[in-house]
Nanobody, 127 residues
Framework: QVQPVESGGGLVQAGGSLRLSCAAS????????MGWFRQAPGKEREFIAA????????YYADSVKGRFTISRGSARNTVYLQMNSLKPEDTAVYYC????????????????????WGQGTQVTVSS
């Protein structure tokens, strides 16, 4: 099985950028669709972005569309989340998730589609 491991979180001013990385521990992400979720204090975890197994299809929550970009590394063992124009409301713990996918072109945006989760990385955006 695969274990996602996130990195790249931190403190940034509003309007700034961060790039989160998600590395595969154990196996590569080759057979998995990937997603990013986040959980702000006092709120439920929410979907942010997803990418298909082949990397050809992506999907974003309306709250981040046009500002965040999900991508897969060429070595198939890393997934990235580029976050631009950050806002204080983006402050949250960000989680990377992997979901076994038999369809290379499909992406998923519900938590139940993902069987493997990272521990999360904190992103704090100051105003």
């Amino acid at each position: 099985q695969v274990q996602p491991v996130e990195s790249g979180g931190g403190l940034v001013q509003a309007g700034g950028s961060l790039r989160l990385s998600c590395a595969a521990s154990g196996r590569t992400f080759s057979h998995y669709a990937m997603g990013w979720f986040r959980q702000a204090p006092g709120k439920e975890r929410e979907f942010i972005a997803a990418i298909s197994r082949d990397g050809g299809n992506t999907y974003y929550a309306d709250s981040v569309k046009g500002r965040f970009t999900i991508s897969r590394g060429s070595a198939r063992n890393t997934v990235y989340l580029q976050m631009n124009s950050l806002k204080p409301e983006d402050t949250a713990v960000y989680y990377c998730a992997a979901g076994r996918s038999y369809y290379s072109e499909r992406y998923y945006y519900t938590e139940s589609d993902y069987g493997y989760w990272g521990q999360g990385t904190q992103v704090t955006v100051s105003s």
